[in-house]
């Protein structure tokens, strides 16, 4: 392999990481003007996610953040409950705070990931998920994990449900903004879940 190969591997591995830090900033909290300007920013190619970034950058273009935090509020949060659990345990299981976090905090403790001291919801929530996803792939913890590591975050805690709540955001009741997110996640978590399959990494 050469050097300009190995370059390109690392800049798709860094574009990967990127898109999924960039699911776990917008599902983490309302976005802010900050934000929302990146995302307007953004364009996309011809493929599906691109086109589903396209759409989403036009949708941030005319979003502004008072109505970002009310759509935020009644998806996740709402009165009592939002429209979505955003958790993997209650996507597996019906329920939150079983077994699929337990798992999670298991293997956190063996990669060397804490949760920050100022995130107070479970750590099996689909921005944590996405976030420690784009930290293994670049090395915030430490040595970048392989693609057989990658491959075994992704496929126990990630792959099982994250197209279903991805699918479930595309076609949320209060979804506006957060339609074309729905969509990017859920093509992008396909992309991965083949690439992984395709990569016969173990």
């Known amino acids: 392999m050469t050097a300009a190969e190995d370059i390109q591997i690392a800049d798709m591995d860094r574009a990967r990481a990127e898109l999924f830090n960039f699911l ?20 996309g190619d011809e ?16 979003t502004k953040p008072r109505a970002a935090q009310s759509e935020f509020n009644k998806l996740f949060i709402g009165l009592g409950r ?77 792959g099982p449900w994250a197209g279903h709540f991805f699918t479930d955001l595309e076609e949320a009741k209060t979804s506006v903004f957060y339609t074309p997110v729905g969509t990017v996640g859920k093509i992008f978590m396909a992309v991965e879940a083949e690439a992984f399959r395709m990569s016969g990494a173990d």
Request: charged share 20%.
């Open 82 to 158: 939002g429209e979505l659990l955003p958790f993997a345990s209650y996507y597996l299981t019906g329920f939150l705070n079983e077994k699929p976090l337990a798992s999670l905090r298991q293997d956190m403790t063996r990669i060397g990931m804490q949760r920050s001291e100022t995130v107070f919801e479970p750590e099996d929530s689909i921005a944590s998920l996405m976030e420690m996803m784009g930290a293994m792939i670049v090395g915030r913890f430490g040595t970048p994990a392989d693609l057989g590591a990658q491959k075994e975050f992704f496929n126990k805690h990630i």
């Open 24 to 43: 776990g900033a917008l599902l983490a909290g309302p976005p802010d003007e900050m934000l929302l300007t990146q995302t307007a920013g953004l364009s």
């Open 47 to 62: 493929t599906e996610l691109g086109q589903a970034i396209g759409t989403l950058a036009k949708l941030a273009r005319v």
